[in-house]
């Protein structure tokens, strides 16, 4: 078989010595909230509840406090609720509140994603100076007396984005990137779909978070390396927690020669490791995430997190029968299928052309 594999001590090698502590620092923090949420669980006191909600609301923003001092060190990441102005974020923590939550089904997390993934391509490309426009002219519906058309200014981003390729982590990864596809297209003046690369890539789960390993195949990943060269590489997952993947695959395309222009990772949750490991192994790329998580288990999941996002985006697979790319695409359903159509065309052109 043609693959490459990453192991979590290669990643932990481009770690600085304060970005360990800094770690270490977090962890024992979130090792207090452990104690707490055990309390919360269990008990059945009215009083200890408050008590203990009022020790976790406390700990929960120390911990927030000291991730925007170690995130402000480092300008490559970007957490929304760190760089943007208090009144936004409400309308972020509450969007994560609803994805966290356990009674959350399938087809509202989807809704919530897409959500947040229109709010992490705001915070990316948005931020055009007011004089600097684009105009959108669209013929309406009303025909009495005339044929009505409207006019609306939108950020002028084409530079930023008409270069785009969406480079997919599949599984998970795969919904995400056809939602910042889509807001690429309505933001260019030309309605640019970007092309797709699509890259295999699991963690062996059957190990723990310092034995990992990250594990690219080549032989089920659908992409052209000279279409990625000089390009803007965007890399959409709903969650990053060690790094690895992302990694994995970004190093793999320089170890072949190609030089992108930029390299951006957007994620809904990213655990702090994580960020700190993206930013630390590649060059030249940047971190945009709605929330920033401070620990990871034993097993490489966030804490709190919010499980394994791509199930609860694309439904489980059957162990021994794990769907294609496109059995996820079909299994999107029509509405889906309806509203990212050009993006869907170019997924299956890319799959079936190879």
Avoid at 152 to 176: E, F, Q, T, W, Y
Wanted: aromatic share 8%.
């Amino acid at each position: 078989m043609n693959k490459v594999v990453l192991k979590a001590q290669d990643l932990d090698g481009y770690l600085t010595a304060g970005d360990v502590a800094a770690i270490d620092r977090m962890d024992g923090m979130f090792r207090h909230a452990m104690v707490e949420f055990n309390i919360l669980a269990t008990t059945k006191s009215d009083a200890e509840r408050s008590r203990e909600e009022g020790k976790l609301i406390e700990l929960y923003n120390s911990m927030g406090g000291l991730m925007q001092e170690i995130t402000r060190q480092e300008p490559r990441i970007k957490v929304y609720s760190f760089v943007t102005p208090p009144e936004n974020h409400g309308e972020a923590s509450r969007l994560i509140a609803k994805l966290r939550d356990v009674r959350t089904q399938r087809q509202e997390f989807v809704y919530y994603t897409q959500r947040a993934f229109e709010l992490l391509f705001n915070l990316a490309y948005g931020g055009a100076r007011a004089a600097d426009k684009n105009y959108l002219i669209v013929r309406t519906p009303v025909g009495i007396p005339v044929q009505n058309f409207a006019v609306h200014k939108i950020p002028n981003v084409d530079v930023k984005i008409d270069n785009s390729v969406m480079c997919v982590m599949l599984r998970g990864a795969l919904l995400p990137s056809i939602i910042m596809s889509k807001e690429i297209q309505e933001y260019s003046s030309k309605g640019y779909v970007t092309p797709f690369a699509l890259f295999k890539i699991k963690r062996d789960d059957t190990k723990n978070e310092e034995t990992m390993e990250y594990i690219l195949d080549l032989d089920r990943s659908y992409f052209d390396l000279g279409n990625l060269d000089g390009r803007d590489l965007i890399f959409a997952d709903p969650m990053n927690a060690t790094g690895g993947s992302l990694v994995t695959v970004v190093k793999y395309i320089l170890d072949q020669g190609v030089k992108p222009r930029s390299i951006s990772c957007f994620n809904v949750i990213s655990a702090l490791k994580g960020a700190l490991r993206v930013v630390r192994s590649v060059e030249n790329l940047n971190v945009f995430t709605l929330w920033m998580d401070p620990a990871l288990n034993e097993m490489a999941y966030i804490m709190p997190g919010l499980g394994d996002a791509g199930d609860r985006i694309n439904g489980a697979d059957e162990h021994e029968r794990p769907r294609d790319i496109l059995q996820l695409v079909a299994d999107y359903g029509s509405n889906i299928s309806n509203l990212y159509r050009s993006q869907i065309q170019r997924i299956e052109e890319t799959v079936l052309r190879r």
